[in-house]
């Protein structure tokens, strides 16, 4: 999410009416629209790595997979988010036509601009989602993932995974290897000053 918010306040249901012109994506939270910066290549690697993997895994099921052109609605005062991926197997989603509201699973792929953002306030603000099961947070600059999964309504546990380990999503029944996550990703290297 940018800084930049839109230079007037907006209701819910103007934002909705007014973001479906615009050519460009916009998250919404507290009154204010803003708009969504371009991703690297990394994160687009993991999140389409990520979509394919789950995609594959639950045809059939019932569920369905969406990846970052779908909002989803946290409550009806707003806010409004795009998420990296996330998948919805609630038949109350099943008609939507142009957002989720009843997600199990939310996965968001961190930039160093957004990290504090997805890690903090957008956390919080998905934690108000009674469907919401698991939140995955994915490293884009070394293998890293962290997976908060819903103990309670008020409690989550918190896990993180390197290179080597195998992520269990129970929301979904899915497992697999983080190294799969990052297929194809070139992470930079620091080159030595002269």
Same mark, same amino acid.
């Given at each position: *999410?940018?800084?930049?918010?839109?230079?007037?306040?907006?209701? =819910?249901?103007?934002?909705? #009416?007014?973001?479906?012109?615009?050519?460009?994506?916009?998250?919404?939270?507290?009154?204010?629209?803003? /708009? *969504?910066?371009?991703?690297?290549?990394?994160?687009?690697?993991? +999140?389409?790595?990520?979509? /394919?993997?789950?995609?594959?895994?639950?045809? &059939?099921?019932?569920?369905?997979?969406?990846?970052? #052109?779908?909002?989803?609605?946290?409550?009806?005062? &707003? /806010?409004?988010?795009?998420?990296?991926? *996330?998948?919805?197997?609630?038949?109350?989603?099943?008609?939507?036509?142009?957002?989720?509201?009843?997600?199990?699973?939310?996965?968001?792929?961190?930039? =160093?601009?957004?990290?504090?953002?997805?890690?903090? $306030?957008?956390?919080?603000?998905?934690?108000?989602?009674?469907?919401?099961?698991?939140?995955?947070?994915?490293?884009? +600059? +070394?293998?890293?993932?962290?997976?908060?999964?819903?103990?309670?309504?008020?409690?989550? $546990?918190?896990?993180?995974?390197?290179?080597? #380990?195998?992520?269990?999503?129970?929301?979904?029944?899915?497992? &697999?290897?983080?190294?799969?996550?990052?297929?194809?990703?070139?992470?930079?290297?620091?080159? =030595?000053?002269?």
């Amino acid at each position: *999410m940018v800084a930049e918010p839109q230079s007037r306040r907006l209701s =819910p249901q103007e934002y909705l #009416d007014w973001e479906a012109t615009q050519d460009i994506k916009h998250e919404y939270l507290d009154g204010e629209a803003f /708009a *969504m910066t371009g991703g690297t290549i990394a994160h687009n690697l993991i +999140s389409g790595n990520f979509y /394919a993997l789950l995609k594959s895994h639950l045809r &059939g099921k019932g569920c369905r997979v969406f990846i970052s #052109d779908v909002k989803v609605q946290v409550s009806e005062r &707003g /806010a409004y988010f795009y998420p990296d991926v *996330m998948v919805s197997c609630d038949e109350r989603d099943r008609p939507a036509v142009n957002l989720i509201q009843h997600p199990c699973l939310i996965i968001e792929v961190l930039s =160093p601009t957004t990290e504090a953002f997805d890690r903090g $306030e957008k956390f919080r603000r998905y934690r108000q989602l009674s469907s919401l099961q698991e939140y995955v947070l994915i490293d884009t +600059s +070394s293998i890293s993932v962290d997976r908060f999964r819903r103990l309670s309504e008020t409690q989550w $546990e918190l896990q993180s995974f390197t290179a080597e #380990d195998t992520l269990e999503l129970t929301s979904i029944d899915w497992y &697999g290897a983080i190294a799969l996550l990052y297929e194809d990703v070139i992470f930079e290297s620091i080159l =030595p000053s002269n």
